[in-house]
């Protein structure tokens, strides 16, 4: 997992614009991956993010890099709690969400459709996902069942960050400098 492939995936979370980014990659074990999950997370600390490995699986890793304190906002929402809660989520405290959530990976043959809360995709979007497949109004970084322009300006606004970090990495700069402290 190089710096690079964690800015390109994950450069709206960097900027503190997002609450969470999910990329895989690949790893040649289970070790290797802690390994640099635990390096990043020790030369970003200090910048409200944090950066968790999901699962591991036929080497390749599922990262997690979100924003702790939106990840805590986030979940506060009543549809977002409802919605949890339907899905057999009984925690209030993100940290056991997220436990709850790597569990769902490891043990569901199914992708959990309400990761979208755990990365700031809005509750509507996630519900109409769940329960309205069909309604789907217009499809960006997710399937968009609510308010299609402030997506879109928010679609716009994830490019725009992504395609700087990108240049930006590419001219030297380092993660650590385009991590965003909040």
């Known amino acids: 997992m190089s710096d690079e492939q964690v800015i390109r995936h994950c450069a709206p979370t960097l900027a503190s614009i997002k609450t969470a980014n999910l990329f895989s990659s690949f790893f040649v074990s289970r070790q290797e991956m802690l390994n640099h999950v635990r390096n990043l997370n020790f030369r970003l600390r200090g910048k409200g993010l944090r950066v ?40 209030t405290d993100e940290n056991k969400c997220i436990q709850k959530l790597i569990e769902r990976l490891a043990h569901e043959s199914d992708f959990p459709h309400e990761i ?19 309604e789907c109004k217009f499809c960006g970084f997710w399937k968009v069942y609510g308010d299609v322009e402030a997506a879109q300006k928010l ?6 960050c992504t395609n700087i ?15 965003v402290a909040a």
Do not use: M, W
């Open 165 to 179: 970090y990108c240049r930006l990495c590419q001219e030297g700069e380092s993660i650590e400098k385009l991590t």
């Open 155 to 160: 679609f716009s606004r994830y490019r725009k």
């Open 116 to 134: 979208g809360l755990f990365l700031g995709y809005p509750p509507e979007d996630v519900d109409g996902f769940i329960n309205r497949r069909n």
């Open 52 to 91: 968790l490995a999901l699962l591991y699986k036929d080497h390749r890793g599922l990262i997690y890099v979100y924003r702790p304190d939106k990840l805590s906002k986030d979940l506060q929402n009543e549809l977002a709690k409802s919605l949890l809660y339907e899905c057999g989520y009984t925690c």
